[in-house]
């Protein structure tokens, strides 16, 4: 990161700058402050006790490239360019930033926006990757498509550095509390297929089926005739050759193909994991009524998935605004409460037979994801550019702080399709997934 003025230069403008800084930071974070915040100029603004991280300021106008025009896209973008920086524990420092806005009110804001005017636009030239450009219909075959490869085919290599050695990208399952990455995807996949009372020979189909983790586990280890639908060729790619390697080609496929595509049903069980969050409370009735044509009846149907506490489109800025989300990871995608995602699939039918939350699961998931892209900082660097390195940071420690406090939870929810009796075949208790 360069900074557009000499740092003597810096120093020697705007004079007021480091005191009206002080000031602004002062308003947002009232005594006793719990961070540290060291300036361009190398002054130091001592936390009250115990440090969990160090804001660091880059030039005298950072703080106005961080909070104008209000919102996480701008503050995620700054710290994407390297207006400002984090020395110590991310997560920490996204919970300050939620509790500091969650206290502003308007009057106190625009305030605080006037003093900011004051700063000066000296900035940073770091990179920063463009924003997704979506065009045409929202949740239209060809945009959906095109919101899928925006994140997904950015490099397989990229993803393989941080996630398990099976590449799944989802929340994983800790029994104990104390597994591994790899150890918890493993448990988590385990999980899945006992939920579905997966049997040898049964037909599965996996929505969003990612490198095809799940695809090869339910062949191999339950002897399943897994197909798996993903949008993006990379990973098709991927999740094939290791489909090839394991032997398991005969008995798993991979295609590249919307769900609402796949016309060879009826299958005896589905699984969607991380999917539904990008259909839209739109398309939520016509993806049910898809999953429902595409399953026998007596079968059963995993839907796994994100959901918001409160109001919905958590993924989405204010009126037209975009989030930083919606600018840089998913574009297009929607998180509702878990209410308005079982409504729509009791009306089309399916009956709800069990529903788990597994949000600190995935806090901790995203923890590890986030240590482990750290650790392989100059690698990533190298395969994806600084500034895309430094937004999966940041998005990755934003989403383990909202999993963490409970603004963003993810359920599995198992949904049957009784047959014409009634009747679904499932054991009267639960003991058998825990056994």
């Not at 999980?191 to 339910?218: F, M, N, Q, S, T």
């Not at 769900?259 to 839209?280: A, L, N, Q, T």
């Not at 993806?287 to 918001?308: C, D, E, M, Q, S």
Request: glycine share 8%; charged share 25%; aromatic share 8%.
């Amino acid at each position: 990161m360069v900074v557009s003025r000499h740092p003597a230069a810096a120093r020697r403008a705007a004079p007021g700058a480091a005191a009206l800084t002080e000031r602004i930071l002062d308003r947002l974070f009232p005594s006793p402050r719990p961070f540290a915040v060291r300036l361009w100029n190398g002054a130091t603004l001592p936390a009250a006790g115990e440090s969990a991280f160090t804001l660091v300021l880059t030039h005298p106008g950072a703080l106005r490239r961080m909070l104008l025009p209000p919102g996480d896209l701008t503050i995620g973008e700054a710290f994407v360019r390297g207006d400002f920086d984090v020395e110590g524990d991310l997560e920490a420092t996204v919970a300050a930033g939620v509790d500091a806005a969650e206290r502003q009110s308007a009057v106190k804001w625009l305030t605080t926006a006037l003093w900011t005017l004051a700063l000066p636009r000296t900035a940073v030239r770091g990179s920063i990757p463009p924003r997704a450009k979506q065009r045409g219909r929202v949740h239209s075959l060809e945009r959906d498509r095109a919101a899928v490869q925006h994140h997904y085919d950015i490099g397989n290599d990229f993803y393989a550095l941080w996630l398990d050695r099976r590449m799944v990208y989802s929340c994983a399952y800790f029994p104990t509390g104390e597994e591994d990455i790899d150890a918890a995807q493993e448990a988590k996949l385990e999980h899945i297929c006992r939920k579905l009372r997966l049997r040898p020979g049964e037909r599965l189909l996996d929505i969003g089926c990612g490198w095809g983790g799940l695809v090869a586990y339910a062949a191999e280890r339950y002897g399943a005739h897994a197909v798996g639908v993903t949008l993006s060729e990379p990973q098709a790619a991927v999740a094939r050759e290791r489909l090839r390697a394991a032997r398991l080609d005969g008995r798993a496929e991979i295609r590249i193909c919307d769900y609402r595509e796949v016309r060879d049903g009826p299958f005896d069980k589905i699984v969607s994991v991380g999917m539904v969050e990008h259909v839209g409370r739109s398309r939520l009735p016509a993806y049910f009524k898809a999953a429902w044509a595409l399953l026998r009846p007596g079968g059963l149907f995993l839907n796994h998935g994100i959901t918001v506490r409160g109001a919905p489109t958590a993924w989405r800025g204010r009126g037209r605004r975009q989030s930083f989300i919606q600018a840089h990871i998913f574009p297009d995608g929607e998180l509702l409460p878990i209410a308005d995602n079982i409504a729509p699939a009791q009306r089309v039918g399916f009956e709800v037979r069990d529903v788990e939350n597994l949000r600190e699961h995935y806090a901790r998931t995203l923890r590890l994801w986030l240590q482990r892209l750290e650790t392989g900082r100059d690698r990533a660097i190298e395969l994806v550019g600084e500034g895309r390195y430094r937004m999966w940071r940041i998005y990755l420690a934003a989403c383990a702080q909202g999993f963490a406090v409970g603004r963003t939870q993810v359920f599995q929810t198992l949904l049957a399709r009784p047959e014409t009796t009634g009747t679904v075949g499932l054991p009267w208790s639960r003991a058998d997934v825990y056994r």
